[in-house]
């Protein structure tokens, strides 16, 4: 067969090499906007077939804005790698690089954005930015925001330019411009402005992006900045991004903006208005039968739950009457009684592992009356066979969170003879909540404490060790034996001591169950238990639950503080000794003791980065050259005050000394005098 004819010259080569990157990435592309079809569900469990439902239709193909040269890509390739190893000599020296970066990114910044291997550079210049660079990035890609939110990398771009932007407009409600800011002709001058054109450019394709898999992401972005929540809290950072999303972090000093996102932040009057529209945009056009079915779509469920919690955090309880509203068409049924829609709706959703998330929003946030009414219908009669199931127990811990006194305690009189089966499942999320709530409401918890005394055992020691369960096989003898250890990631051990220290949260009973164990104990175990990354919460907790522990405090830590020496050098063990300190409140005896421990390794510990900590935390370079500081700070004054026994003792060394100098005096003064009298004797005589 004949050779297919080719040019010669490493020009050619080249030439023959891009145009095949070019082919790979139309492919690539193609593929990627291709959607896949998602089989919905609905009320009645039945695959949503889209006979009556089309899906929404898409703004069209996303353009191609070209691609970056090989040396356009080498080049800003180096250029992120040396922003990430940050080795300039100083802050200028940074600045400079960074000038020549964006001098080289002028004009390319769509195609650096929507670059597999660029487009981290660009986020890393965001996040770099000044704000008058990013009022400029934010200029270049206006206009282009429906394209970009859809592409796979510069909807990352999207994101972060988004979050670093947004405690801008707090920066400029407390300071204004006043228009003296220069601005290109036609372009928006405030970061306020920018916002909403950027809003306006997407709102009229409000139903299709939100289950578009890139620009989902995005949406909720925006929706979070409108509203002035705090943009990195726990509850919003999941909602924001995966778990996939890799995370491009700076130091300090190359932040040039002030980290405020973890706070609540000012926004102007517009926001709130241009969040009320996005969300009407948002659900206007979607009937019950389509946002139920959406409730188990795996992207736009995490924005249903965003909505409905913006919903209820803007408007209260009584948005819950508004016919319009996100809640009332999930559960049109007012209340929703077993038999009627929103009951199946909602007994479908208990089982999938995406509604079930919407579930748990909805439950923290209803109405008094909806949720009690949800209670009595779906959740009273059948809380066993929740608890037990692996995906509508999270949901019923929810419920159980809003559970008043008299609903709570039958709820546990219910659940306790099913504790060793929950045990047997790992359901331990349920009992934690248990503990936790009836410690609140001050519900009995002898029905608790009488079903774990039989599912762990009735002996303190063993009981201990099998509800932490500790390994008392597993070897610590080398390095790498005790690298992997630590390492080592067991959930359901994490899930124990968190129940463990929840329970120790709840004076009575239940924290007599852990204490016991802990005396009853022996040190080798005790060891263990320290070194483990999970269960040394456990411990850690004992020594500083609140509560009349004093007795308890007086009997362990004598016990633990033999092994001071072993802790401390321990990357684990070494928090237990810093623990030590606030165990040892009140026992003052015992603090000099550890100290005294630490200061015969005083060595060994500085020859360690845990014994460096501890040695610090201690503050034992006090107690070397200043004791009685460090003694004075032990027994709890700070101020310098002394106790009653300390006065009396100072008083009783006082008047010693001064009889003592009373006594010498007077006995050189009589002798004086026999001297001279004896003189005159003497004298007579003579």
């Not at 309880?317 to 508004?322: E, L, R």
Request: charged share 30%; proline share 4%.
């Amino acid at each position: 067969m004949p050779k297919e004819h080719k040019k010669r010259g490493r020009r050619e080569e080249k030439k023959r090499k891009r145009e095949h990157e070019d082919e790979n990435f139309m492919t690539k592309r193609q593929k990627s906007n291709e959607r896949s079809e998602v089989e919905f569900r609905v009320a009645n469990d039945r695959p949503f077939d889209g006979a009556d439902y089309a899906p929404i239709p898409g703004p069209g193909e996303i353009p191609f804005y070209g691609l970056l040269d090989e040396e356009e890509q080498e080049y800003f390739k180096h250029a992120d790698t040396l922003l990430e190893l940050d080795q300039f000599n100083d802050a200028e020296e940074r600045d400079l690089f960074l000038a020549n970066v964006y001098q080289e990114a002028s004009g390319k910044e769509l195609k650096i954005a929507n670059s597999q291997s660029c487009s981290r550079l660009m986020e890393r210049l965001i996040l770099m930015s000044t704000p008058e660079q990013l009022k400029a990035l934010f200029r270049t890609f206006s206009g282009y925001f429906l394209n970009l939110a859809q592409h796979r990398f510069a909807s990352h771009c999207c994101e972060t330019l988004f979050l670093q932007a947004a405690p801008l407009v707090s920066d400029e409600i407390r300071a204004p411009t006043g228009g003296k800011s220069k601005k290109p002709a036609g372009k928006s001058n405030t970061i306020e402005e920018l916002f909403l054109n950027a809003i306006g450019e997407l709102e009229g394709d409000l139903g299709y992006l939100m289950t578009d898999q890139f620009a989902s992401h995005t949406l909720r972005v925006l929706l979070v900045m409108l509203s002035g929540r705090p943009l990195v809290d726990a509850y919003t950072a999941t909602l924001l991004q995966s778990k996939k999303k890799e995370n491009i972090k700076l130091s300090s000093q190359q932040n040039p903006l002030p980290s405020t996102s973890s706070s609540t932040r000012t926004v102007p009057d517009s926001f709130p208005a241009a969040l009320d529209r996005v969300m009407k945009g948002i659900v206007a056009g979607l009937d019950t039968t389509y946002l139920r079915a959406l409730a188990s779509h795996p992207v736009a469920n995490p924005l249903l739950q965003l909505l409905l919690d913006l919903e209820f955090g803007r408007s209260g309880k009584s948005k819950a009457k508004d016919l319009t509203s996100l809640f009332r068409k999930l559960l049109p049924d007012d209340p929703p009684a077993e038999g009627t829609e929103s009951a199946s709706f909602f007994n479908g959703m208990l089982y999938d592992p995406i509604g079930s998330r919407l579930l748990e929003v909805l439950i923290t946030n209803a109405p008094g009356k909806t949720f009690k009414a949800l209670y009595q219908n779906l959740f009273r009669d059948r809380l066993s066979k929740l608890a037990k199931n692996e995906t509508a127990s999270y949901v019923l811990v929810k419920a159980l969170e809003r559970l008043n006194k008299e609903d709570l305690q039958q709820a546990v009189q219910e659940l306790s003879p099913q504790i060793q089966a929950l045990l047997d499942r790992s359901r331990t999320s349920i009992l934690r909540c248990m503990v936790e709530r009836c410690h609140v409401r001050g519900v009995d918890t002898e029905p608790l404490t009488f079903a774990l005394k039989e599912s762990y055992g009735q002996k303190p020691a063993e009981r201990l060790v099998k509800m932490l369960q500790i390994d008392l096989v597993g070897s610590t003898n080398t390095s790498d034996e005790r690298r992997k250890q630590i390492e080592n990631q067991d959930p359901n051990k994490a899930h124990a001591s968190l129940l463990a220290q929840s329970m120790l949260e709840a004076p009575g009973s239940l924290r007599d169950l852990i204490t016991e164990g802990i005396l009853a104990t022996d040190n080798e175990i005790l060891l263990r238990i320290a070194k483990d990354r999970s269960t040394t919460h456990v411990l850690q907790k004992s020594l500083a639950c609140s509560g009349d522990t004093l007795r308890y405090r007086r009997i362990i830590m004598p016990s633990l503080a033999t092994m001071t020496t072993d802790l401390a050098m321990d990357p684990v063990g070494s928090h237990v000794v810093d623990a030590f300190w606030t165990g040892s409140e009140g026992l003052s005896f015992i603090r000099e003791k550890i100290a005294e421990h630490l200061m015969q390794h005083e060595a060994t510990l500085r020859d360690s980065v845990p014994g460096r900590a501890v040695w610090r935390n201690w503050k034992m370079d006090v107690y070397k050259t200043r004791k009685y500081d460090w003694l004075s700070e032990a027994k709890g004054r700070t101020d310098g005050t002394k106790t009653g026994i300390e006065l009396a003792r100072e008083r009783y060394a006082t008047q010693k000394r001064s009889s003592l100098s009373k006594g010498r005096g007077g006995q050189r003064k009589v002798t004086s005098l026999q001297t001279g009298a004896n003189a005159v004797v003497a004298a007579g005589h003579g």
